[in-house]
């Protein structure tokens, strides 16, 4: 079954009212989404692994496989499009300042897309169902480096770009591997396989009653 994006927010705050936080969705959003790479890619010991996260919860799924994949032995780097202090949810700070007493996750954030190294992986955790409008920098060169680099590319909840709801793209959108969306499959995702690359939608222990009146 797939669902709309309004629909999606709706249940979303349900489940958060009846105590199911966002912050529970979104960790495991991010642990279902790294189970489902790990499956595709084998071993992630010491695979270079790219994150770019926007400021988000798009990103916060960004910044809960970061930690994940960096206890699976990865090196991880987290690229923060924007600064810290600009990160919007307080869901998503949660897991940046965890990422903050981790050494084993390098952090990086502004706008300079240099990196030391190549990567093995990159995870597009820019924009998922929250995207509006052309895209704005730093996310179109951030969006532009991941077209432009070749390696496996994982999309959270919907490549950077595609609008979940209705399937059409902005100016510039990712072109991935895979994408793994939450709770359910959103309308226009499937639209564009070519895209979302191998298409998941994994549970993420939203109560069902949380959908009542809403599907
Ligand atoms: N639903 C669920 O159950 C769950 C949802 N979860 C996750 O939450 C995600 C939705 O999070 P979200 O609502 O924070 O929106 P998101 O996609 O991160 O984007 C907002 C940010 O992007 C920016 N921005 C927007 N358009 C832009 C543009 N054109 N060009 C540039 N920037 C643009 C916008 O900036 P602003 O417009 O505010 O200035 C803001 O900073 C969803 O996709 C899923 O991954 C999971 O945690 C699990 C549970
Ligand atoms: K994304």
Redesign the pocket.
Known sequence: MEITVDQ??N??NK?HDMGFL?KF??E??GAAAVRRLLEKIGNAESKNILIFV????????GLVMARHLAGYGAKVTVMLL?SPDKI??E??NWNWSILEKMPSVKLMSGDSLEFNFKPDVIID?????????????P??SAINYINETDCYKFA???PSGLD?QTGET?NIFTKCNMTVT??KMKEGIPKRKDLTGELYAEK?G?PPEAEEGIL
């Open positions: 999606m927010y249940i979303e489940g966002k969705m979104m495991n959003a926007g400021l988000g919860n798009n990103g916060g799924d924007g919007k949810t869901e998503s955790g820019i924009l998922g169902t929250g995207i509006t409008g052309e895209i704005r920098e996310y179109a959270v909840d919907v979940p902005a939450f709770h993420i939203i």
